[in-house]
């Protein structure tokens, strides 16, 4: 531990918070149901916080009090199993007495949580401030009186938008598609990309529909339904319903039985990390793509409308490419005249230690949509061009179009970014906790193979030989891990993941690679 | 309106009820951030309330202040139209000053809604007693602490389940899937029915899948990713997604430019109303209808896994069948070994007098799948037979798996539906207002033509010469209606529309059609 001491003491940025800077707990004792006292009673403290907390109630670190799952939680495990499918199961949470970083179960165990509910967790759990704004009237509108957004929007849906949404809409797009969840926020991106190319085809946005096309579409046939595609890379996710799922390549089990569109896709990079040790094999390697991605796009013989990409393949293994890669694929889509679709569904929002990752390549030109879920608490795709609007209103409808609940939500989650500095934090303590990760593969290379993610934030990951028997020790050593791809361990901490944390989560894996040697 | 008022009085069922079966409207006040006083001093009572509303507060009839939309609305809707694409707006809507069965606008415009956001609205517009759900401790956690639901799911969430969603399971099914939304939920539907049917082909759960289909399946290709199909019917609609969409058989406006499975559809019965004064051939063109579904099952080049159908065809134009029809269905999907999923995401919770609108069939074997979104304020689909569990984890499966805080809504909604009798009530109110809908087409029957939903609560349409004029005129005349279809006007109140309501609608659309003479 000494190390990880030395490195926290010689680390810029993040000084002492004053009073200001930490996380209201005034409403704490109310919606956990329990008084302070007891909160405080139930955690043991195993060493004494760090100057500066966001979360001044957290816990010091995790306690393990039972296996997990524990006997409480297998009963009702065991119950829920008659009714939800708990194959998948993790873990039984008990959501109440979550805070912070930290998440709890039915026996008393409180792990440090560095998966985060698969990376969407932003904040927190049971933050305060949006404890306050999950009771404001606006809130509670919202949730009991759900409009059908394209027909009867709220009165304030602009402010909503532009207080919240639009605020961190990406350089050069200002307009937004809201949607639920990740895969529907990719679909409508898609359906905006096939209406894009038809119509820039059929001559513009006044050019009137053929009889030929509307009766061949009501039939799913060419032309109306045109058999275009949108290319994504290999070992990509881009969501599970009918068309993300075509553009999705991480694993079998996502897409067995499932029919799918002729798309077509390309070889993603396949680097040698660290990156900066490889950088001209690294560098043919993704020509070798980008000379691919050309390809496919001036010859598949269902035309592509669109590519799909995420800035860090993440369900996949976590997979990076660099910048040059990225303004390479830029410049191949302008050529050719397909949208560039950037799917920041798992990578935005902080969590890379910019607001969205693709901020890291300065591009020349933005991305044509981005795609956003997660850690935003609601979902949809941003765009700029006046021309990805559809030409006539009900191309792109549905009955909710998202939810202005949700929509508040990522308004106070963005209030907070911004009070907190969070962004900033995410940088300054992915870079530390990187600095310990190096040394733990200094010490134990196999168990920390091509770690990656460096100056990315806390979006960091590495390979171990026995990756799942890995993270359920991290379970019984109190931290809460997951896993990317075959062999990948994925850190998603919160936005509020700091030094003292990482700290902790350092201590832990040293003590499961030295276990695991 | 003599008329209407003699119907009142011989109507039996609805006598009034006693306080214990009114709306508690204590919460009113801090909801809508105004006083009681406030609110009743902007309604002007045009007639005293019929005796027993379940809202006490409602108002009495609509108030039309200003044209629709009213100068502060245009300018709220010219700001609006900066961020969000308005051509689809029908009304800006002031959900705050929203009460009950009433709409109003930034105008002091306040109408009847028998429209609800699309059919989606159950109970009534800042119902006392959902507001008094989205304060609770429960809910607050369930915004703020949003889970992972396959893996981390809330200790509560069978809870959750079985004292809400699963309570009201339709008969026979009793396991649910949750999902976001009536696209989704139908989505994850065919899902399980392709994964059923290429496990039936392949002998069952414990059979393997082999190295071809893992790695075709990676590819987009078959056998992996099998050419199989949704049977849908024309004119039908199930969402908007890429597999939902390529079953929706609505307008050219849904479909075009829009990539589509090459699936097959089926006639949809076009009977003639009313269906009693026509059996003989109705019944021939149900049977015509049946011998294609059955002909397209057997021989459709792509094989059919499931059908999907709604009860009443409702964005397609109201289109009804006859139970027989239904049951005939039922009896091909049985006989040739693909699933019936019933759409219900529309017609369920209590709209058509039962809770599931195919409550009304008798089938003598329940549907496979049951979808249902909308006014359950949440979305999935229920099964009950095991085998639609996928036999391997992670086949269904995305990151947020539905949302607690809206399984959480939909349990108050179904403790409201029960305590208030509110199926019943859509039952009987129903009847009654289908009473006065066949009076004024003998009056109007050029403007009331085609009408259906007897005897299926307040489920109704009929076909009008120039539909989107008499819907216009409706919100000068203070009521809020949608179309459905090329002609149809559709009804689609909420549950709490009472015979007060009936009679105010009927002495709008008496006028309207007086007007349009």
Redesign the interface.
């Given at each position: 531990m000494a190390s990880f001491f030395r490195l926290t003491s010689s680390l810029r940025g993040l000084t002492r918070p004053n009073v200001t800077n930490r996380v209201s707990v005034r409403s704490l004792a109310?919606?956990?149901?329990t008084k302070k006292a007891a909160v405080a009673a139930q955690v043991q403290y195993e060493e004494p916080n760090e100057p500066g907390p966001f979360f001044e109630q957290e816990p010091a670190g995790p306690r393990v009090a039972t296996a997990i799952p524990g006997p409480r939680s297998k009963d009702?495990i065991s119950?829920?199993n008659?009714?939800?499918?708990?194959?998948?199961?993790?873990?039984?949470?008990?959501?109440?007495q979550?805070y912070g970083n930290y998440?709890a179960?039915?026996d008393g165990n409180v792990l440090l949580d560095v998966y985060a509910?698969?990376a969407?967790?932003p904040i927190g759990?049971?933050?305060p401030a949006?404890?306050d704004v999950?009771?404001s009237?606006d809130?509670?509108?919202a949730?009991?009186?759900?409009?059908?957004l394209?027909?009867?929007?709220?009165?304030d849906?602009?402010d909503i938008?532009?207080t919240g949404i639009?605020k961190v809409a990406p350089r050069g797009l200002?307009?937004?598609?809201t949607a639920?969840?990740?895969?529907?926020a990719n679909?409508?991106a898609?359906?905006a990309a096939?209406?894009w190319?038809?119509?820039q085809e059929r001559g513009g946005p006044d050019a009137e529909?053929t009889q030929d096309?509307?009766?061949s579409?009501?039939?799913?046939?060419a032309p109306?339904?045109?058999?275009?595609?949108i290319m994504a890379f290999k070992t990509g996710f881009h969501?599970?319903?009918?068309?993300?799922l075509?553009t999705t390549?991480s694993k079998?089990?996502?897409?067995?039985?499932?029919?799918?569109?002729?798309?077509p896709?390309c070889s993603f990079p396949m680097l040698k990390y660290p990156l900066h040790e490889h950088q001209a094999e690294n560098a043919a390697e993704e020509k070798r793509c980008l000379e691919e991605a050309e390809h496919i796009i001036k010859n598949y013989h269902n035309p592509v409308a669109a590519i799909v990409i995420e800035p860090i393949q993440s369900e996949g293994g976590d997979n990076h490419a660099t910048p040059a890669f990225f303004q390479g694929l830029r410049e191949i889509t302008q050529r050719n005249n397909v949208l560039m679709i950037v799917d920041e569904v798992q990578t935005g929002v902080g969590a890379t230690g910019k607001f969205w990752a693709h901020d890291h390549w300065n591009l020349s030109t933005p991305p044509d949509m981005v795609t956003f879920?997660?850690k935003a608490?609601t979902a949809g795709y941003y765009f700029g061009n006046a021309a990805l609007?559809p030409n006539?209103?009900?191309?792109?409808?549905?009955?909710?179009m998202g939810d202005p609940?949700r929509a508040i939500?990522f308004r106070a989650i963005i209030n907070e970014i911004e009070r907190l500095n969070l962004v900033e934090n995410t940088a300054v303590t992915g870079d530390y906790l990187f600095g310990g990760l190096e040394q733990l593969q200094q010490q134990y290379p196999e168990q920390f193979k091509n770690l990656r993610g460096k100056k990315q934030g806390t979006f960091i990951a590495w390979d171990h030989p026995q990756r799942d028997q890995f993270l359920l020790r991290g379970k019984s050593m109190g931290i809460n891990i997951g896993g990317s791809g075959a062999s990948a361990v994925r850190l998603r901490p919160m936005l509020i993941f700091q030094k003292h944390h990482a700290d902790i989560l350092l201590d832990r894996l040293s003590k499961m690679a030295a276990d695991m040697q």
């Amino acid at each position: 531990m000494a190390s990880f001491f030395r490195l926290t003491s010689s680390l810029r940025g993040l000084t002492r918070p004053n009073v200001t800077n930490r996380v209201s707990v005034r409403s704490l004792a109310s919606a956990t149901g329990t008084k302070k006292a007891a909160v405080a009673a139930q955690v043991q403290y195993e060493e004494p916080n760090e100057p500066g907390p966001f979360f001044e109630q957290e816990p010091a670190g995790p306690r393990v009090a039972t296996a997990i799952p524990g006997p409480r939680s297998k009963d009702a495990i065991s119950d829920l199993n008659r009714v939800f499918d708990t194959r998948s199961l993790n873990m039984l949470t008990n959501y109440k007495q979550s805070y912070g970083n930290y998440i709890a179960d039915l026996d008393g165990n409180v792990l440090l949580d560095v998966y985060a509910q698969i990376a969407s967790i932003p904040i927190g759990y049971n933050n305060p401030a949006l404890q306050d704004v999950a009771r404001s009237d606006d809130m509670i509108s919202a949730i009991i009186n759900r409009p059908a957004l394209g027909n009867f929007p709220q009165a304030d849906w602009s402010d909503i938008l532009e207080t919240g949404i639009l605020k961190v809409a990406p350089r050069g797009l200002n307009q937004v598609f809201t949607a639920m969840a990740g895969s529907d926020a990719n679909e409508t991106a898609y359906k905006a990309a096939f209406m894009w190319k038809r119509q820039q085809e059929r001559g513009g946005p006044d050019a009137e529909f053929t009889q030929d096309e509307m009766k061949s579409a009501m039939n799913n046939l060419a032309p109306g339904a045109p058999n275009y595609s949108i290319m994504a890379f290999k070992t990509g996710f881009h969501g599970r319903l009918f068309g993300s799922l075509s553009t999705t390549r991480s694993k079998p089990i996502h897409k067995l039985d499932i029919p799918a569109f002729d798309w077509p896709q390309c070889s993603f990079p396949m680097l040698k990390y660290p990156l900066h040790e490889h950088q001209a094999e690294n560098a043919a390697e993704e020509k070798r793509c980008l000379e691919e991605a050309e390809h496919i796009i001036k010859n598949y013989h269902n035309p592509v409308a669109a590519i799909v990409i995420e800035p860090i393949q993440s369900e996949g293994g976590d997979n990076h490419a660099t910048p040059a890669f990225f303004q390479g694929l830029r410049e191949i889509t302008q050529r050719n005249n397909v949208l560039m679709i950037v799917d920041e569904v798992q990578t935005g929002v902080g969590a890379t230690g910019k607001f969205w990752a693709h901020d890291h390549w300065n591009l020349s030109t933005p991305p044509d949509m981005v795609t956003f879920s997660k850690k935003a608490q609601t979902a949809g795709y941003y765009f700029g061009n006046a021309a990805l609007r559809p030409n006539k209103p009900y191309r792109q409808f549905n009955t909710w179009m998202g939810d202005p609940a949700r929509a508040i939500l990522f308004r106070a989650i963005i209030n907070e970014i911004e009070r907190l500095n969070l962004v900033e934090n995410t940088a300054v303590t992915g870079d530390y906790l990187f600095g310990g990760l190096e040394q733990l593969q200094q010490q134990y290379p196999e168990q920390f193979k091509n770690l990656r993610g460096k100056k990315q934030g806390t979006f960091i990951a590495w390979d171990h030989p026995q990756r799942d028997q890995f993270l359920l020790r991290g379970k019984s050593m109190g931290i809460n891990i997951g896993g990317s791809g075959a062999s990948a361990v994925r850190l998603r901490p919160m936005l509020i993941f700091q030094k003292h944390h990482a700290d902790i989560l350092l201590d832990r894996l040293s003590k499961m690679a030295a276990d695991m040697q």
